[in-house]
């Protein structure tokens, strides 16, 4: 099986561990994989503030550059929600290329997705030891249905903890260009989300998106928080942290 790995922009420039953990758990996996070196955005800042014409630009690069893969998997829901669900969307007028883009949507996975529906697997490659609270990243949770994979991969390692915080599935207020159009409100919603991961007493807040990875954590250490750890579900799920 050869799996042509998103790594996204923001793990690509900001934490690109995060992509190494991805892989091992894939190749632990059996999976062959291969990162693309030309890929760039999936489009979504631009879809998402109305500029479809630079959206369509660069779902025809990417439909270029993973269309001869047997799946493509993302670290990231919202990328991945942007390829499966709006990337046909966009070329709905376009009858053509719109059953190309259609069948390489339906083989795209956000990484827990696939791991657990796809794959299937039962074991992990490394072991992570300690209690952890998880937050379900809005994109990951509301279009592509992700919720029950990555907690059910936690429960593959015995030695994970799982503390489910209240309001697990609100929103932590990246939401993207929304956290900077919207700033003060951004602030306000993530300040309640902190406060739901506090009050589960966990140290460790596990998520699957680096956006809201970045939000909570950015916020966590503006308030003077230096212990509590946020981390990527597959730095998790590899032991990489």
Excluded: W
Excluded at 53 to 66: I, N, T, V, W
Excluded at 68 to 78: E, I, L, M, N, T
């Amino acid at each position: 099986m050869k799996i042509g790995f998103l790594i996204t922009c923001l793990v690509d420039l900001m934490r690109p561990e995060i992509g190494m953990s991805a892989v091992k758990l894939l190749e632990a996996a059996g999976c062959t994989v291969e990162v693309p070196m030309q890929q760039t955005c999936c489009g979504q800042p631009g879809f998402n503030s109305g500029d479809t014409d630079a959206a369509r630009s660069l779902a025809r690069k990417f439909l270029d550059e993973f269309e001869r893969y047997d799946y493509v998997v993302a670290p990231s829901g919202s990328c991945g929600g942007m390829v499966r669900k709006h990337y046909p969307e966009l070329f709905k007028e376009d009858p053509d290329i719109r059953n190309r883009i259609e069948a390489l949507a339906s083989r795209t996975y956000e990484l827990t997705s696939f791991l657990h529906d796809v794959l299937k697997i039962e074991s992990l490659p490394g072991e992570f030891d300690g209690e952890v609270t998880y937050h379900d990243s809005c994109s990951g949770l509301r279009e592509l249905g992700v919720q029950a994979q990555p907690r059910a991969l936690m429960a593959l390692n015995p030695k994970i903890k799982l503390t489910e915080m209240r309001d697990a599935r609100a929103c932590c207020g990246f939401g993207g260009t929304f956290a900077v159009k919207y700033g003060e409100v951004s602030a306000a919603i993530v300040d309640e989300k902190l406060g739901n991961i506090a009050a589960s007493g966990a140290r460790c807040v596990v998520l699957g998106d680096l956006g809201c990875m970045l939000n909570i954590e950015g916020r966590l250490r503006r308030q003077g928080d230096e212990s509590t750890r946020v981390l990527h579900i597959a730095q998790v799920l590899a032991g990489d942290a």
